[in-house]
Structures are given as structure tokens and as C-alpha cells.
């Protein structure tokens, strides 16, 4: 059984950088598009990054372009989230994600991924 596992969040003061990471080890990483959402309390889980494994291409949600980075580093099955000049906007549970089967869903969507981390808290002070 395929597991995601996501670590790495914290708690930082605004303008400051972490980085997430998610170990998808036993999954065929390299088939899968890989996604981050996140959670703030009392919303609903929104979409932040995805990647196509295979090919590299990603998509960011308005709210984080050009402040987030997704990545994978294929040999290890990890995905990144690198997060850099932070908001306390930002604030919420990020969460892995995985299509690991075809779908129409669009790829922004969280119906479109079958397999969830446990998500891990970012909690960004002003």
C-alpha cells in the first residue's frame, strides 16, 4: 500500500521560507501527477501546485505563483513544495496528493487525486 508522507512545515514569520516535502516511497512515482493543497480553518482545501512526474510541467494556483515551487526528485520519490516569502495568508495544513489513475478531473481539483497524505501544519506569524 502506496503511503504519503509529508514533512517539514512549521512555524515562521512572514517574508520567511520552508519547504515541504512528501515521500511517496513504493509508489511508481514517475506514472503519477503529484499536487500540494492546503487547508486553513474554516475553508476548504484549496488547490496550491501540481506536476506531471513524467514530464516536469506545473501549474500554480494564482495565490502562490512565483512564491511556490513544486519539484520532485525522481530517484528518491519525493515531491517538494518550496515556499518562500510567506504570508500569514499562507497559514493552513498542507496536504500531498497523488493521481495515480486516469481521471477528466482537471488537475486543480482535488477530485482528481486518490491518494492523501496526513497533511502537515504552516503556520506563518506576522
Known amino acids: 500500500q502506496v503511503q504519503l508522507v509529508e514533512s517539514g512545515g512549521g512555524l515562521v514569520q512572514a517574508g520567511a521560507s520552508l519547504r515541504l516535502s512528501c515521500d511517496a516511497s513504493?509508489?511508481?512515482?514517475?506514472?503519477?501527477?503529484m499536487g500540494w493543497f492546503r487547508q486553513a480553518p474554516g475553508k476548504e482545501r484549496e488547490f496550491v501546485a501540481t506536476i506531471r512526474v513524467s514530464t516536469g510541467s506545473t501549474g500554480y494556483a494564482d495565490s502562490v505563483k512565483g512564491r511556490f515551487t513544486i519539484s520532485t526528485n525522481n530517484a528518491k520519490s519525493t515531491v517538494y513544495l518550496q515556499m518562500n516569502s510567506l504570508r500569514p495568508e499562507d497559514t493552513a495544513v498542507y496536504y500531498c496528493?497523488?493521481?495515480?489513475?486516469?481521471?477528466?478531473?482537471?488537475?486543480?481539483?482535488?477530485?482528481?487525486?486518490?491518494?492523501w497524505g496526513q497533511g502537515t501544519q504552516v503556520t506563518v506569524s506576522s
Open positions: 513504493g509508489a511508481t512515482f514517475t506514472n503519477y501527477r
Open positions: 496528493a497523488a493521481q495515480t489513475r486516469f481521471t477528466t478531473w482537471a488537475s486543480t481539483s482535488r477530485t482528481a487525486y486518490d491518494l
